[in-house]
């Protein structure tokens, strides 16, 4: 996406270097809406939440929001009663410097767990990323968000209620620690579509759990993930129709199964992105387990790593993912290869045909279980040595 | 230990090259028991069990065994019927060999999963193992059973029953796969103590519990893992006290616990053995959860590997293992050095102290998590460049 792209009319965003990164850069970004219109977010479902996610939680209750505060370089996490006054404190002041109540000032922050929040750095560069507001700086939030990423992460979506254009923008930070049920992520996504605050709810809801809760890197999860959904309203279209909602929905899955996407293609170290299909399972929640399982195998993602077709270690993990299965009814697939048919492998042949496709950035693992109609999927990536590399030595 | 601490009385061992191993090296070993003595055995939890372990259980039926045949290089596990048909053969081999009852011959494998079980090496070396079984070869049997394994595992305890000396040699391989419930791992004890089948089934699944189901490398499990224990009653007591049966239990726990720390002292790639400890939960199930989901996050597995007191992660691990917690009550230590009181970090000088102790081969982590009286404790291991790199070439 070229910069220029990255704007949805009504929202200005700015970032600036403010010194919270050890290794410069910028590291503190702002979103403002000027429109006057709906919020919503969803949240980590760890016990151990992170100050920020604690004010949104408090300040999204009455469904609205006009800006966005994000910093990397630091979480504000198990930072206790001094890191929520902290976030608090953040939100104040930038209410001030807009001059908007605190309430509809949201907080995100991301980087180092369990280290305070240094507020003068913070406190000093407010009033110039509120003087640089402009419609063309979205772009340099994405820049303020990332941490260990290697690319920003944005997607875009155009469509048209009752006549009028509306966008969809999201931008993301994700990496490590992103797993099923929300990651070490970041998302925000900008609509100038005007909708109702339930309606926004219940379409971020359905949306997250196609998108965001199909991802893994590493099977952990963060105490600070983060989705936070603001729409201005500023499309002038009418109140949606159901159509129009249902448009919108699949706005909402593309931009933000795309950003999905794009996070665990960036997973810390990760040189491939493979989808886990579960096909015929007995039940919905053993489809979704037993790709979970899959997909958080060390020994299934340094396999793809090494673009073997060890589907032993496939039917390892689906054996302990305490689904209904019957092994001699399992077969295996990578893309439309099958290299295991009724639990027996097919041959030497077929898993070299499957580790040809393995050898390229992107495939498909597909396990039918041969015991029902039920389907799911979970987006993962390899576990390689770069994996290591960055999170041996994140901090020292 | 020595090889000549390498015996029991009444059991003898031999061990040959039969072809399996694509690297050569000896790979099948034989271990025979001249006493007419009773087995127990615990097998892989996974749905998907090896052909070893289906014939394992079946013979075990009537708690007895005179022969234990391993194998390296072919885990017979996914091969269908065949093997099933190629595992009870290999019983009858040794059986006829041996001229004993097909039933109480057992057998066992590791390595490559899916690929059919050479059964013209195997039937070819039959003669020849039984030929050379000594009671000074069982440190043979040890070698054949080795996979990605650096040491040979062996542990051996000396006790007294009613006057009469007697002994449990415990050996084992193990290093990938590796998780609670049991893992890639091969155990067979051996014991010339007379003891009634009842008395040692309990006596096994006790010293299980708090052995190989505390330990984990990569939380993932295998299709074979078995442990066996072979009782020959050739230490002459009577049949054993209730005191003395609490002994063989503690001698059961004694070698089962020290070869469950050599399997993760030498996880695939490890170079550190981290002993997780829960203290204070509400309830024996979450102090078990949270020690497993700990011990299996591979952000705190990789922190240990750079000797990063990075809490951060823990308490990440902690939020999502689904435990009664406050983040405000709990404390987390490395050995003596607390790092977090009250849900906050101590400081960088208590910090730089665990660091040090991170530096070392072991340690604890210990977490105090304020909410009951219950404890728990699993052992693992560092994620370094080295599990990768084996784990991506193991095959190819």
Not at 306 to 325: H, I, P, S, T
Request: proline residues 2%; contains cysteine; hydrophobic residues 45%.
């Amino acid at each position: 996406m070229e910069d220029h792209d990255c704007w949805v009319q009504g929202f200005k965003g700015s970032a600036v270097a403010s010194g919270l990164k050890k290794k410069g850069g910028v590291d503190l970004g702002l979103i403002f809406s000027e429109g006057d219109g709906v919020a919503a977010g969803v949240f980590t479902t760890g016990k151990v939440k992170a100050a920020p996610v604690l004010l949104c939680m408090d300040h999204l209750q009455d469904h609205r929001a006009k800006a966005i505060l994000v910093n990397s370089g630091n979480a504000n996490a198990c930072t206790g009663s001094k890191g929520l006054a902290d976030a608090r404190r953040c939100s104040e002041l930038v209410a001030t410097e807009l001059k908007i109540p605190r309430k509809d000032v949201l907080v995100a922050s991301t980087g180092v767990i369990g280290a305070p929040l240094d507020m003068d750095a913070v406190a000093g560069s407010i009033p110039a990323l509120v003087k640089s507001l402009s419609a063309q700086s979205i772009h340099r939030v994405v820049d303020a968000m990332m941490t260990t990423d290697s690319f920003p992460k944005r997607s875009v979506f155009e469509g048209n209620a009752g006549g009028k254009p509306f966008r969809v923008l999201g931008i993301a930070k994700g990496a490590g620690m992103i797993m099923p049920q929300m990651a070490t992520m970041l998302c925000f996504v900008l609509t100038d579509l005007r909708i109702g605050a339930g309606d926004l709810r219940k379409s971020l809801s359905s949306a997250v759990e196609t998108t965001f809760n199909r991802i893994t890197v590493d099977g952990d999860t963060s105490t600070n993930d983060t989705v936070l959904v603001l729409a201005n309203g500023m499309a002038g279209n009418k109140e949606p129709s159901s159509s129009e909602l249902d448009l919108f929905q699949g706005a909402l899955k593309s931009v933000m199964g795309d950003l999905s996407a794009m996070i665990v293609r960036d997973g810390e170290g990760a040189t491939k992105l493979v989808r886990i299909v579960v096909r015929s399972a007995a039940t919905a929640a053993d489809a979704e387990r037993a790709a979970r399982t899959v997909a958080n195998s060390s020994l299934v993602k340094t396999a793809f790593y090494g673009a073997d077709a060890n589907w032993g270690r496939v039917m390892a993990a689906l054996g302990r993912a305490g689904v209904r299965m019957e092994e001699e009814k399992i077969s295996i697939l990578i893309d439309d290869v099958a290299i295991v048919r009724n639990g027996l492998g097919v041959g030497t042949e077929a898993e070299g045909l499957a580790q040809e496709k393995m050898k390229g950035r992107e495939f498909s693992l597909v396990i039918e279980l041969g015991q029902g109609n039920y389907e799911d999927f979970v987006l993962t990536c390899d576990l390689t040595h770069e994996y290591v590399s960055i999170n041996a030595n994140y901090r020292t």
